[in-house]
Nanobody, 123 residues
Framework: QVQLVESGGGLVQTGGSLRLSCAASSRTFSSAFMAWFRQAPGKERQFVAGIRWGVGNTYYADSVKGRFTISRSSAENTMYLQMTSLKPEDTAVYYC????????????????WGQGTLVTVSS
């Protein structure tokens, strides 16, 4: 089972930026779909952005489109989430996840999860 380790969370003011990283402990195969989810207190875990590891196609939730950018480095086996123009409603624990079966936005279909990193956006 692969280990996923997130980093880069923290406290930022409204309008600020953060870059999250997700390092995988083993090689990610081209058929995998990697994604970022987030979960705010009292709310369900929601899809934020995803990337097809092999071809690099990216997908975004409407709420972050134009502000967040997902990317990956196959050489470093690491996925990134560049977050800009952050809003208080972006405050949540952010998780990276891996789905060996391909594209999905449903958290129940992902096989591996990181421990999460907290992002707090102050108003």
């Amino acid at each position: 089972q692969v280990q996923l380790v997130e980093s880069g969370g923290g406290l930022v003011q409204t309008g600020g930026s953060l870059r999250l990283s997700c390092a995988a402990s083993s090689r990610t195969f081209s058929s995998a779909f990697m994604a970022w989810f987030r979960q705010a207190p009292g709310k369900e875990r929601q899809f934020v952005a995803g990337i097809r590891w092999g071809v690099g196609n990216t997908y975004y939730a409407d709420s972050v489109k134009g502000r967040f950018t997902i990317s990956r480095s196959s050489a470093e086996n690491t996925m990134y989430l560049q977050m800009t123009s952050l809003k208080p409603e972006d405050t949540a624990v952010y998780y990276c996840a891996k789905n060996r079966g391909g594209y999905s936005t449903m958290h129940s279909e992902f096989d591996d999860w990181g421990q999460g990193t907290l992002v707090t956006v102050s108003s």
